[in-house]
């Protein structure tokens, strides 16, 4: 086996797939080494098993950074139709499921192997099973250091993501290279993440796990037009994960259950219509049976006709104003992503390559790079594999 490569990517997920495919591409000896013995194991668990591989209206305002230009200049020279027609070049059947989320007909396995027929046919290398001790720089070339052997490379590029999803080998590993190169790191956080109750909210909402239910979340900042779910710990679906990418410990969200009603107004109304109607009933025609039962179980009037309008006005507010101090979130064990990592401060937004350090690339999640759920994350791994898999 060959020990000096153009180019070693640390990474077999999506983002360093799609860069070792794109340097080959331009005829450059490319070696991928992951620590994982399967590629791409994020995509292969994405969307439920589907893979939401883009979203058809991904745009910079999809993305948290603390630099919000930053990912402007990759997404603009690699767009959602460019990896659609990829997708197309393999005869990959998808579907639109909703708001420009792109899905596989088939098995996620399908983009898989994809991405490992194009790196392929660009002939490159890929060791699996291959951890990395460390990662040194030598004049002009790198020394990438394993248990059997010390690679090098003209250049090294940073493809290993963060640390959500543990259980699946994610690590930090990414973050301490970096560090060790004198880059900055913003903290890294889960994002995407279910939301849990504090113990006192927990114990009365259990009755309430596996029901879900449209709403409208948000905090001072943003609001997200989606479904949640209620879990035995907490909340989740995909309007807490968006909302969670934007929540700080210790602060407020407000849920409206029922978006696109004035339950108030309503509620007068069927006061003077149906005045003999119970409160859970008339809940019911907008909200699921259980949690119907739940916002009513405090109210003593069996009829609408029997409240007053200081009750209807705190039913109202149940519904249309739930105001919730989440206690934590679920953290990296289940956060589908990390907010936070390589500052971008230390990259070219052009090339993915460190400015300090010429040679070194980070590409990916690995990067203070955060999309909204819904295909924007597998986006920003094309546009970055891609970018850099170009320039370097």
Same mark, same amino acid.
Request: hydrophobic residues 35%; neutral net charge.
């Given at each position: 086996?060959?020990?000096?490569?153009?180019?070693?990517?640390?990474?077999?997920?999506?983002?360093?797939?799609?860069?070792?495919?794109?340097?080959?591409?331009?005829?450059?000896?490319?070696?991928?080494?992951?620590?994982?013995?399967?590629?791409?194991?994020?995509?292969?668990?994405?969307?439920?098993?589907?893979?939401?591989?883009?979203?058809?209206?991904?745009?910079?305002?999809?993305?948290?950074?603390?630099?919000?230009?930053?990912? &402007?200049?990759? *997404?603009?020279?690699?767009?959602?139709?460019?990896?659609?027609?990829? #997708?197309?070049?393999? =005869? $990959?059947? @998808?579907?639109?499921?909703?708001?420009?989320?792109?899905?596989?007909?088939?098995?996620?396995?399908?983009?898989?192997?994809?991405?490992?027929?194009?790196?392929?046919?660009?002939?490159?290398?890929?060791?699996?099973?291959?951890?990395?001790?460390?990662?040194?720089?030598?004049?002009?070339?790198?020394?990438?250091?394993?248990?059997?052997?010390?690679?090098?490379?003209?250049?090294?590029?940073?493809?290993?993501?963060?640390?959500?999803?543990?259980?699946?080998?994610?690590?930090?590993?990414?973050?301490?290279?970096?560090?060790?190169?004198?880059?900055?790191?913003?903290?890294?956080?889960?994002?995407?993440?279910?939301?849990?109750?504090?113990?006192?909210? &927990?114990?009365? *909402?259990?009755?309430?796990?596996?029901?879900?239910?449209?709403?409208? #979340?948000?905090?001072? =900042? $943003?609001? @997200?037009?989606?479904?949640?779910?209620?879990?035995?710990?907490?909340?989740?679906?995909?309007?807490?994960?968006?909302?969670?990418?934007?929540?700080?410990?210790?602060?407020?969200?407000?849920?409206?259950?029922?978006?696109?009603?004035?339950?108030?107004?309503?509620?007068?109304?069927?006061?003077?219509?149906?005045?003999?109607?119970?409160?859970?009933?008339?809940?019911?025609?907008?909200?699921?049976?259980?949690?119907?039962?739940?916002?009513?179980?405090?109210?003593?009037?069996?009829?609408?006709?029997?409240?007053?309008?200081?009750?209807?006005?705190?039913?109202?507010?149940?519904?249309?104003?739930?105001?919730?101090?989440?206690?934590?979130?679920?953290?990296?064990?289940?956060?589908?992503?990390?907010?936070?990592?390589?500052?971008?401060?230390?990259?070219?937004?052009?090339?993915?390559?460190?400015?300090?350090?010429?040679?070194?690339?980070?590409?990916?999640?690995?990067?203070?790079?955060?999309?909204?759920?819904?295909?924007?994350?597998?986006?920003?791994?094309?546009?970055?594999?891609?970018?850099?898999?170009?320039?370097?």
């Amino acid at each position: 086996m060959s020990s000096h490569f153009d180019i070693i990517i640390i990474g077999a997920g999506a983002a360093g797939l799609m860069c070792g495919a794109t340097a080959g591409e331009r005829g450059k000896s490319v070696l991928i080494i992951d620590h994982a013995n399967k590629p791409a194991e994020k995509i292969r668990i994405s969307g439920g098993g589907r893979c939401n591989f883009t979203n058809i209206y991904c745009n910079p305002k999809n993305f948290i950074s603390e630099n919000e230009h930053f990912a &402007k200049s990759a *997404l603009s020279r690699y767009s959602p139709e460019d990896f659609i027609q990829l #997708v197309k070049k393999y =005869n $990959i059947d @998808f579907h639109e499921k909703t708001k420009g989320q792109l899905f596989c007909d088939g098995r996620s396995q399908q983009i898989i192997d994809m991405l490992i027929s194009e790196c392929d046919n660009y002939n490159n290398e890929i060791r699996l099973s291959t951890e990395v001790n460390g990662i040194e720089k030598f004049n002009n070339c790198y020394a990438v250091t394993t248990p059997n052997q010390t690679l090098t490379a003209d250049k090294v590029v940073i493809a290993c993501g963060g640390p959500s999803i543990p259980k699946m080998g994610a690590s930090s590993f990414g973050y301490k290279i970096a560090k060790n190169f004198g880059l900055n790191v913003i903290n890294p956080e889960p994002a995407l993440v279910p939301l849990t109750f504090t113990d006192s909210l &927990k114990e009365p *909402l259990k009755t309430l796990a596996g029901v879900s239910a449209g709403s409208r #979340v948000e905090n001072e =900042n $943003i609001s @997200f037009d989606e479904a949640l779910l209620f879990t035995h710990r907490g909340l989740s679906g995909p309007a807490i994960l968006q909302i969670s990418s934007y929540w700080t410990a210790g602060s407020h969200i407000n849920i409206n259950l029922a978006p696109e009603t004035d339950i108030l107004k309503e509620l007068k109304l069927a006061r003077e219509t149906s005045p003999r109607q119970s409160p859970k009933v008339w809940l019911s025609q907008y909200l699921p049976s259980r949690l119907a039962e739940y916002i009513t179980s405090y109210i003593k009037q069996i009829r609408l006709a029997d409240m007053n309008d200081k009750a209807l006005i705190n039913l109202a507010l149940m519904v249309n104003k739930w105001h919730v101090k989440p206690a934590g979130t679920e953290g990296f064990r289940t956060a589908e992503v990390t907010k936070g990592g390589v500052d971008t401060k230390e990259l070219s937004s052009k090339t993915m390559e460190a400015k300090n350090v010429p040679g070194l690339y980070f590409i990916g999640e690995v990067v203070d790079v955060t999309g909204h759920l819904g295909g924007h994350n597998f986006q920003w791994a094309w546009a970055s594999g891609y970018v850099c898999g170009k320039e370097i």
